[in-house]
């Protein structure tokens, strides 16, 4: 005779609770996909041509300077896997408090998005 499998529990989100995230799991595997496309760019910037440099911590409200010739410019990179009406969404905000803040043009010369599809 077969042995009958038993029938997991699942949430309000039809998942298993081996299969929930916390809070914290999610924001490190949004930090990790970050970094992952901060990496992703600055190889392309540097195969490019581009002098890449990185600030130090992550204070500043850009994540790279890249210099072309003698233009610096400050970019910001961000990163998706949001697919909406066929669209990929882009947050172009950071968030303070749980407050969307608008990236200011004196903050980033530009805006660089990463589609992980």
Do not use: C, W
Not at 23 to 38: D, P, S, W, Y
Request: proline share 3%; aromatic share 8%.
């Amino acid at each position: 005779m077969g042995k009958a499998k038993a029938k997991s529990k699942t949430t309000s989100h039809g998942r298993t609770p081996a299969e929930e995230q916390t809070a914290r799991q999610h924001e490190l595997a949004t930090k990790l996909r970050g970094e992952l496309a901060e990496l992703a760019f600055a190889v392309k910037a540097v195969n490019l041509g581009f002098g890449v440099a990185k600030p130090y911590g992550d204070s500043q409200r850009f994540d790279f300077i890249l210099r072309s010739g003698s233009k610096l410019s400050r970019v910001q990179v961000k990163s998706t896997t949001t697919l909406l009406n066929g669209l990929y969404h882009i947050n172009s905000h950071r968030r303070i408090g749980g407050r969307a803040i608008a990236y200011l043009p004196s903050e980033v010369d530009f805006l660089v998005a990463y589609i992980i599809p």
